[in-house]
Structure formats: structure tokens, C-alpha cells
């Protein structure tokens, strides 16, 4: 495919299940974003990825929130023990390069995954 | 941390006149980035147009162009000849090029536009 997808598009968990969010980047982009999208709010940055290595993870709001990228490309979002604050759509986007040269390159989203915790 | 502000939660301009949607940003940084996103009802984020903070010319794509006013670290969207394509929440988001951030975009909370026929 052309751009980042990102599965599933929707998700209704109930409270204390956990979920797992998949992002497909572009292939051969470096860098990896995740962020979350409240109601009405701007994105949050969650954590990033520069192959397979997780070099930021400063935004995740617990420790019930997870994320790899085990060979560098495909990435998954896993949330535990959800709650209804967890109430979101989550973005993933991706970058050709990364590190330090990274930061002026177009970062191209995927469409979201909405995630509604009852 | 940078903080991005958005202070028009809702804009509207009829179809064919001209909008201004606006942001400013706070920042100890000399370089950056800046960027606006639209965001339709598809919700995919797609950039509309980014300006350097080095560079003293405002960009321009098309029907869209910046007011970019570096010591006021504001950052305006102009939209000409709107269309009704052009309906969707916009985000004004700055980077910072270097350092721990790496390259994360930090958003504003987003303006809907509103185009009317």
C-alpha cells in the first residue's frame, strides 16, 4: 500500500480487557509515531521508534501502555486492564528517516484506530 | 515544553472568500518547524503546508499560505478562494528539529473550519 494503515479502524472494549492496535508504516520509513487523540483535543505524542529501537517512550501515560516494533517495521500499540480514560483515537505516523536528521521530514499519518472503552 | 495555541475553536468563511485561522506557539528555540494539518471527518491528518523557522519568506501552496512573524511566534494559516473541500479541523503543530524530542509533533487543540456554499 501507498500510506500508513492502521487495524482496526474500531475498537469497543469493556473496562479491564486489554487491546492491541497495529500500524503498518510506509515500507523503508525509519521512524515510527504513535500519538492519541482525545475527544475534541489535538494529538498527544505516546512514543517513537527509530527501526526497531524504542527511543522515546516519555509520553505513555502508564504502565499499562505498551509498544514495539520487534523487526523494524510493523508496530503495535497494547493497552492493559484498559479504562475509560483510555478513550481515544490513536494515530500512528511514519518518517523516511530518522535520529537527529529526522526532524524535518514529513511524518504521513495513518487514518486511526477509535477506541471506545465502556 | 512547547506549547502550541489555538484560540479559534471554530471558523467559518463562505465558499470562495478568503480565511485566516490562527496559532502561536511558545518555544526557547531558535530553529524549528511549523506545520498546519487538516483532518476531515476521515480523520486522516494530512499536512497542508510547513515553514522553516530559518527561512524569512512565508510559504506558500496554492490557495494556502503562511503569516509567519518569528519574534511573535505566531504562525497563521491564510485560506484563499475556499472551497468546500476545505471543510475539516485544522492543527497548527511545531517540531523541533534536534535534541530528546526527536521529532514529535506538538499540537494545538485544532480549528474547525466551516465552508459555506
Known amino acids: 500500500g501507498a500510506g500508513v494503515s492502521q487495524s482496526p479502524r474500531y475498537k469497543v472494549a469493556k473496562r479491564g480487557q486489554d487491546v492491541a492496535l497495529r500500524c503498518d508504516p510506509i515500507s523503508g520509513h525509519v521512524s515510527l509515531f504513535w500519538y492519541q487523540q482525545a475527544l475534541g483535543q489535538g494529538p498527544e505524542f505516546l512514543t517513537y521508534f527509530q527501526n526497531e529501537a524504542q527511543l522515546d517512550k516519555s509520553g505513555l501515560p502508564s504502565d499499562r501502555f505498551f509498544a514495539e516494533r520487534p523487526e523494524g517495521s510493523v508496530s503495535t500499540l497494547k493497552i492493559q486492564r484498559t479504562q475509560q480514560e483510555d478513550s481515544a483515537v490513536y494515530l500512528c505516523?511514519?518518517?523516511?528517516?530518522?535520529?537527529?536528521?529526522?526532524?524535518?521530514?514529513?511524518?504521513?499519518f495513518g487514518p486511526g484506530t477509535r477506541l471506545t472503552v465502556l | 515544553a512547547q506549547t502550541v495555541t489555538q484560540s479559534q475553536p471554530e471558523m467559518s468563511v463562505q465558499e470562495a472568500e478568503t480565511v485566516t485561522l490562527s496559532c502561536t506557539y511558545d518555544?526557547?528555540?531558535?530553529?524549528?518547524?511549523l506545520f498546519w494539518y487538516k483532518q476531515p471527518p476521515s480523520r486522516q491528518m494530512i499536512l497542508v503546508i510547513r515553514?522553516?523557522?530559518?527561512?524569512?519568506q512565508n510559504a506558500t501552496e496554492n490557495r494556502f499560505s503562511v503569516n509567519f512573524q518569528k519574534a511573535a511566534k505566531s504562525f497563521s494559516l491564510k485560506i484563499s478562494d475556499s472551497q468546500l473541500g476545505d471543510a475539516a479541523m485544522y492543527f497548527c503543530a511545531y517540531r523541533s528539529p534536534r535534541g530528546s524530542t526527536l521529532g514529535r509533533l506538538y499540537f494545538g487543540r485544532g480549528t474547525q473550519l466551516t465552508v459555506w456554499p
Open positions: 515553514q522553516e523557522a530559518y527561512k524569512q
Open positions: 505516523a511514519s518518517s523516511f528517516k530518522g535520529g537527529l536528521a529526522g526532524g524535518e521530514n514529513e511524518q504521513f
Open positions: 518555544t526557547s528555540e531558535s530553529d524549528y518547524y
